[in-house]
């Protein structure tokens, strides 16, 4: 929570079957091919995840792998019962995730929500896919309410497998929701409209498409005292058991009544909140937001209330490097042991 990861020679992080596991607030920038496997991408490999209001911007590759995979004698890695939203990738030079199941096992890869999210003008090396999704990815995985966009609209924001031709296919955001409406719906194709980017500021314009555009996180099934059945109660946290952690405050309903979250129960899809609150079906359950909607991306276009911490914005010191000196080595080492990566 709250983290820089600024690796100049490697990928980020890596996050290997962590379950439960909350990873928020966080600014992912300045990946680099490294060594070992020459890879940029950061490993989001969870069980019962929750990846929301983290901020991916000038990496110089693809952002995030989440392609499950076998690794020796070890447990399957797998991104299983997550969800991902409220974040931004933005400016990046590859994609922002490569996705895929293990080969012959589609359930490494599955139910999964991609919601209220900013890809924007991703693989600026060469393209703009966001998303480059493997051929067994199981078809319960959903996107929706996110805004995927490349540098001009109608561009190509997935590369998806096409079992006919056996060969990758480039989607644009209204041809992925046409051909596959059950994994991609009401996604947004538009320039987001970021404060002032070229300075690092992904806050929003006041005349930003992604405004009040988002959707609530789920819905409320039935209330009774303190205990509230949702549609998907995967999206909150609850603390985790860790001492002095508190669980997510909702705000539900069109009065917009708050609570915290004392207990999720993911199998009986049930919110234990701090205290009884008035609603009825079909009643939206959310975070707090300030619009008729919440806004899509990680950094809100006004403070919420009650308030919340915004998330981390860029140090100072975390910029894009001036260009290099033509004339200057790209590498020096001397082979020694120790210098070898």
């Not at 080969?103 to 896919?129: E, K, Q, T, V």
């Not at 059950?182 to 996604?187: C, K, L, P, Y």
Request: charged share 25%; aromatic share 10%.
């Amino acid at each position: 929570r709250r983290n820089v990861f600024h690796a100049e020679w490697g990928r980020l992080f890596e996050l290997f079957n962590c379950s439960p596991c909350l990873f928020e607030e966080n600014v992912l920038a300045e990946n680099y091919h490294g060594s070992g496997s020459a890879d940029t991408g950061a490993k989001v490999l969870l069980i019962d995840g929750i990846f929301r209001r983290n901020l991916a911007a000038r990496n110089h590759d693809y952002v995030i792998a989440s392609a499950c995979y076998k690794y020796k004698e070890l447990p399957d890695f797998v991104l299983r019962g997550s969800r991902l939203y409220h974040n931004t990738f933005a400016f990046n030079g590859g994609w922002a995730w490569n996705l895929g199941a293990r080969p012959g096992s589609p359930g490494s890869g599955s139910n999964n929500r991609w919601l209220n999210n900013i890809f924007y003008r991703c693989s600026a090396a060469g393209g703009s896919i966001a998303f480059h999704i493997g051929s067994e990815l199981a078809e319960d995985n959903l996107w929706s309410a996110n805004l995927l966009s490349g540098e001009t609209r109608g561009l190509p924001v997935f590369l998806t497998w096409d079992p006919q031709k056996k060969a990758e296919l480039p989607l644009d955001l209204a041809a992925a929701e046409r051909a596959t409406p059950g994994r991609f719906r009401g996604n947004l194709d538009a320039d987001p409209l970021f404060t002032d980017a070229e300075r690092d500021d992904y806050t929003l314009r006041p005349d930003s498409p992604c405004r009040g555009r988002g959707e609530f996180l789920t819905r409320v099934v039935e209330g009774a005292g303190t205990e509230l059945r949702v549609d998907d109660a995967r999206w909150f946290y609850d603390g985790f058991d860790i001492p002095g952690e508190e669980g997510d405050l909702l705000m539900i309903g069109p009065r917009r009544e708050t609570a915290r979250v004392l207990r999720v129960d993911r199998e009986r899809n049930a919110l234990r909140l701090d205290r009884a609150v008035a609603c009825a079906p079909g009643d939206s359950v959310s975070l707090p937001y300030s619009g008729r909607a919440p806004d899509l991306g990680a950094l809100d276009f006004a403070p919420v209330q009650p308030p919340r911490e915004q998330p981390m914005r860029f140090p100072p010191q975390v910029r894009l490097r001036p260009p290099a000196d033509p004339a200057a080595p790209l590498l020096a080492t001397d082979f020694e042991d120790e210098n070898l990566e």
